[in-house]
């Protein structure tokens, strides 16, 4: 019941997994916060500072924090209103021979932006693995629908045959474009490093005695620690906000991409073309028992508007920040900058789940083609009639009269499109009746449809070449939904 009577987020109780919310849980951001302080005191002392064994010894074995050093910071916080240092003296009562050293030369974005820094990282790299399943699972779709020929729709109206495994390639096109995003805003990443109040290092210079290689060394070995292959030259006191954005920028586009791609499953459920996986006991409506929702479309259409809508955040606090830095960035990141992953998160559990189960209806779909094609078809029709010759003014016109027939009867009297039988039924297209199957076949309408699904998705083809890095990443199975 504790954790019941208080308010918590969807994101963590319902929609992100454990890895991305243990990485951006309250432990894993004060332990990070520790071992960088571990490696800020092992770089020192590798250049000569006086800074003992036992000293490291006994930060190294408090990295891990127990509810009594959450404590111990809580009260402190309270009392000093500033979170860094109640976790420097946490840290101190724990490893009392690091107590004068712990945090030496160092600001407090030493701690929080470069630890961020890690996060906006180790988010990344959980969250693209996930995005190449995805990918690698569409492609297998659209590889066995390719040749199943299904109606296009421009501005939502019936248009040129497609197929539907062309349509999904429209939506790992877009994934990939994704997939390039996020891969460019991790390799853009760079650590923050050692750099002091103002980004000037001045603190650092002093403690070395005005040595400027030591300086820049201790940059680059607590750098290496954290995994990066370098820092930013150039910060203020913190790293520079505009990078928060370029993450955003990827993020939101894939949130796009998301409600893209769950407003097509929405649209082609309510056709009973295709739907989203149904479970056996699931439940569609709480009132109409036949109903099939299409539950995890309409959520990813949701969280994707969110993850769209927060680089409008990012950007605005970048823009308001003044000279070195102001606080203003500080509550509203803590917010942001995790959800920004747990709604990512969110997206590519729901994609993957519904992708590892799309369900095709192949019967529909041709019957919704029989509806459509017969006025697709006219202009074959008056061709191979001209071919015969015969001419083609007169073809249009019979085509015309039987066609306007045949729409008033499924518009006025909600009958079957009977276009065909009329066509058949008028001597003037007598020559072309025996041609009529072949011109009404729908793998004709489809131009190159099969043969692009093909290029695209077939080994060596585009979609491998961009999975190529994640062969050993990509999961089997499907996604588990908590709801």
């Known amino acids: 019941m504790a954790t019941l009577d208080t308010w918590q987020s969807p994101l963590s109780g319902r929609y992100a997994s454990k890895e991305m919310l243990r990485l951006f849980s309250p432990y894993t951001r004060a332990s990070t916060w520790r071992q960088l302080w571990v490696w800020l005191a092992e770089a020192e002392k590798e250049l000569g500072l006086n800074i003992s ?36 003296h946490a840290y101190s009562q724990v490893a009392p021979d690091a ?33 190449a399943t995805i990918i690698r699972k569409l492609s297998d779709f659209a590889q066995e629908y390719k040749d199943l020929p299904c ?38 990443l760079r650590f923050r490093g050692v750099k002091g109040t103002t980004g000037t290092q001045a603190s650092f210079l002093a403690i070395f005695d005005g040595k400027h290689s030591k300086v820049e060394e201790l940059d680059e070995l607590v750098t290496k620690k954290a995994g990066f292959e ?62 099939r929702n299409p539950m995890r479309s309409e959520r990813m259409c949701s969280i994707g508007r969110r993850l769209s809508n927060l680089n409008k955040d990012t950007s605005d606090t970048y823009a308001a920040q003044w000279f070195e830095r102001t606080l203003d960035d500080s509550a509203i990141r803590r917010i942001d900058l995790p959800e920004m992953y747990l709604c990512a998160d969110s997206l590519m559990i729901l994609l993957d789940n519904v992708c590892s189960g799309l369900v095709v209806y192949p019967a529909v779909i041709q019957r919704r083609i029989n509806d459509e094609l017969p006025f697709m078809a006219t202009e074959n029709i008056i061709m191979s009639l001209v071919a015969k010759g015969g001419s083609r003014q007169e073809a249009h016109e019979h085509i015309r009269v039987l066609s306007q027939e045949a729409a008033a009867v499924v518009k006025q009297q909600g009958g079957n499109n009977d276009l065909i039988e009329r066509i058949m039924n008028d001597e003037f297209f007598k020559p072309i009746v025996g041609e009529l199957p072949k011109l009404l076949d729908a793998r004709t309408f489809v131009g190159r449809a099969p043969q692009q699904v093909e290029k695209f998705t077939a080994p060596g083809g585009e979609v491998s070449k961009a999975l190529q890095k994640y062969a050993g990443q990509m999961m089997n199975g499907h996604a588990e939904l908590a709801v």
Request: charged share 25%.
């Open 53 to 88: 064994d036992i000293a490291i010894e006994q930060l190294k074995a408090h990295v891990n924090l127990t509810s009594e050093d959450f404590e111990t910071a809580a009260v402190e916080e309270k009392r000093r209103r500033h979170d860094v240092m109640a976790h420097v």
């Open 99 to 131: 107590a004068g050293i712990i945090h030496w030369g160092a600001t407090s974005c030493y701690v929080t932006d470069n630890a961020d820094l890690i996060f906006l990282r180790d988010g990344l790299d959980l969250l693209l693995p996930k995005l």
């Open 151 to 188: 109606l296009g729709y421009t501005h939502g109206q019936p248009a040129q045959l497609t197929t539907v495994g062309k349509r999904a390639c429209l939506w790992i096109q877009d994934l990939l474009m994704d997939l390039r995003n996020l891969e460019r805003a991790r390799s853009d």
């Open 230 to 291: 370098s820092a930013y030259i150039i910060s203020s006191q913190t790293y520079s906000r505009k990078i928060d954005v370029d993450v955003s920028n990827a993020m939101a586009s894939f949130g796009a991409t998301c409600q893209r791609i769950g407003a097509d499953l929405r649209h082609l459920a309510m056709f009973k073309e295709m739907e989203e996986p149904f479970e056996k006991d699931q439940i569609g409506s709480s009132a109409m028992a036949y109903k």
